[in-house]
């Protein structure tokens, strides 16, 4: 008998190539995606408040990341 570990058919997510931070419009969209997903959670018949916590958690990551792109960028 051939035991598999429940785990040997998992891999690590892709990553992203280092190209420097995401544009602003791609901020933009992460955080506006991570809160949808967050009310999407709270909505449901089992509200899942721990992945609406750490939707939430990611939604001001990419809000804080579209701010810091603001003012590097000099816009007025």
Known sequence: MIMVS??????????LPAMGAPSPLQSFADAHNALAMALHYLRSPAANVPGARRKAAQ???ALRRLDSAELEGGAA
């Not at 429940?6 to 690590?12: E, K, Q, S, Y």
């Open 6 to 15: 429940p785990l040997a058919g998992r891999r690590a997510a892709p990553t």
């Open 59 to 61: 939604a001001l990551a």
